[in-house]
């Protein structure tokens, strides 16, 4: 079975510039999640979906992160106009939220962007 | 809401020595969170290790321990004795609610001396 799979897998950018991440999801997993993990820090939520809905976006800076799933599978995040924090690695991952007891995620290999 | 602290940023040990990475966290969630150690080996992707969803449970695998102690609100991950082959990132991470979003602490380097 195929795993989360990302691209592109690096990025770099000048400040201004937009770039687009593209996630596919675990086959069947409903549920899709972006974290932005800084170098030498953790995974930071942005934002997660379960089938084409937003279920909490709090942590996306919304004036210039965009992110969408339209028909439940595949998901692309967007940022608009970078800026040198946005430097980090983007992660998607993936889970099933029925049956079972937890819901692991799987995640992807990431996308490592920097901005010049 | 929810954090998870990792006091050790980096932690070198020689092969077959034991190993405890610290692990702290809060929620302001009603029910006990579920708790999970992620590793990042060298060149590949973040995985899970072990997970415990039960308060008072132990999780184990590969060799690694973990006991979620709600008292504490602690989290600790534990080996007897590690190989060159445990050198990686690990992350303590919890979920608040089934299938939310994972809060992750920010990792702890090993670094296993042959």
């Known amino acids: 079975e195929a795993g989360v799979t990302q691209s592109p897998r690096y990025a770099v950018l000048q400040e201004g510039q937009a770039v687009s991440f593209w996630c596919d999801p675990i086959?069947?997993?409903?549920?899709l999640y972006w974290y932005q993990q800084p170098r030498d820090q953790g995974p930071q939520l942005l934002v997660y979906f379960r089938d084409e809905a937003v279920i909490d976006n709090s942590q996306l800076p919304s004036d210039r992160f965009s992110a969408v799933r339209p028909k439940g599978t595949n998901s692309t995040l967007k940022i608009q106009s970078a800026k040198q924090g946005d430097t980090a690695t983007y992660l998607c991952?993936?889970?099933?939220?029925?049956?079972?007891?937890?819901?692991?995620?799987?995640f992807g290999p990431g996308t490592r962007l920097t901005v010049l | 809401g929810d954090s998870v602290t990792q006091t050790e940023g980096q932690v070198t040990v020689s092969e077959s020595k034991s190993l405890i990475i610290n692990c702290t966290y809060s929620?302001?969630?009603?029910?006990?969170?579920?708790l999970f150690w992620y590793v990042r080996y060298p060149g590949e992707g973040l995985q899970l290790l072990l997970k415990?969803?039960?308060?008072?449970q132990k999780g184990s695998s590969r060799g690694f321990e973990a006991t979620y102690n709600k008292e504490t609100t602690s989290f600790h991950l534990q080996k007897a004795s590690v190989q060159e082959s445990d050198s990686a990132v690990y992350y303590c991470a919890l979920a608040s609610g089934f299938a939310s979003a994972l809060t992750f602490g920010s990792g702890t380097k090993v670094i296993v001396l042959p």
């Open positions: 086959s069947g997993h409903d549920t």
């Open positions: 415990v969803i039960t308060a008072g």
């Open positions: 991952a993936s889970s099933l939220s029925w049956g079972g007891n937890y819901a692991e995620q799987f």
């Open positions: 929620t302001t969630s009603i029910a006990y969170p579920n």
